[in-house]
């Protein structure tokens, strides 16, 4: 069984300061970790995937996150947050044993203010 | 990356009738899901489709319910039967396709906006 949590419904963040957005997972087998992000009335678009290579991955737009296996999170990051990155993020989880079947989170909202 | 495209990208229907939703990929693929987006709501998945197998369902989706075609590696189909407002949603379909390193990835079409008077 595999699971994913998403620690904060809506986060607010000013332009040009830090993004922090939590997630941990629950899997009984090695898991793949996703970032999802869908901009309003856009389709989803991955921006990064851990995948067992390094903990810590580059996605796109400038987004990272960190596997942390003894903490079973995988928060996701970015240093200076533009008006673009204002969408929906989802943390999704897929066991090696699901046949690619995806556990989306329940998903964050970002909004970023001028 | 595989391409997706969805028909139809939008419609409003009457409660009681049935829409069959249309999944198109730019490459062949052996595995195909299709995924419901509640208002507000995460996604969930509903089904699997694999070419030349029954599709295999989640927990609380049933065939008789949304029942899903998948004729080659290329089409799927999903068609939400006897209507009800609470089926209102957006329904994604989604394809594994595998990166440089062979891992697979999951890209999604840009789903279809279903509204249920």
């Known amino acids: 069984a595999q699971s994913v949590t998403q620690l904060d419904s809506h986060v607010s963040v000013s332009e040009g300061t830090p993004v922090l957005l939590r997630c941990n997972y629950s899997s009984s087998y090695s898991p793949s970790l996703f970032w999802y992000v869908q901009h309003p009335n856009k389709g989803l678009q991955l921006l990064l995937k851990?995948?067992?290579?390094?903990?810590l991955v580059k996605g796109i737009n400038g987004f990272e996150a960190e596997f942390k296996k003894s903490e079973t999170s995988f928060h996701l990051t970015k240093p200076s947050a533009h008006m673009s990155d204002a969408a929906e993020y989802f943390c999704v989880v897929s066991a090696t044993d699901s046949w690619g079947k995806l556990q989306f989170g329940a998903g964050t909202q970002v909004v970023v203010t001028p | 990356s595989a391409v997706i495209s969805q028909k139809p990208s939008r419609d409003i229907c009457q409660r009681g009738t049935s829409l069959t939703i249309q999944c198109q990929v730019d490459?062949?693929?052996?595995?195909m899901f299709w995924y419901r987006q509640q208002p507000g709501q995460s996604l969930t998945l509903i089904a699997t489709a694999n070419q030349g197998s029954e599709a295999t369902y989640e927990s609380g989706f049933v065939i008789d319910k949304f029942p899903i075609s998948r004729p080659n590696l290329t089409f799927s189909t999903l068609t939400v039967s006897n209507m009800s407002p609470e089926d209102s949603s957006i329904y994604l379909c989604?394809?594994?396709?595998?990166?440089?390193?062979?891992?697979?990835?999951?890209?999604f079409g840009p789903g279809t906006r279903l509204t249920v008077l």
């Open positions: 989604s394809v594994e396709d595998p990166d440089r390193q062979g891992y697979n990835e999951q890209f």
């Open positions: 851990y995948t067992s290579a390094a903990t």
């Open positions: 490459s062949q693929v052996t595995m």
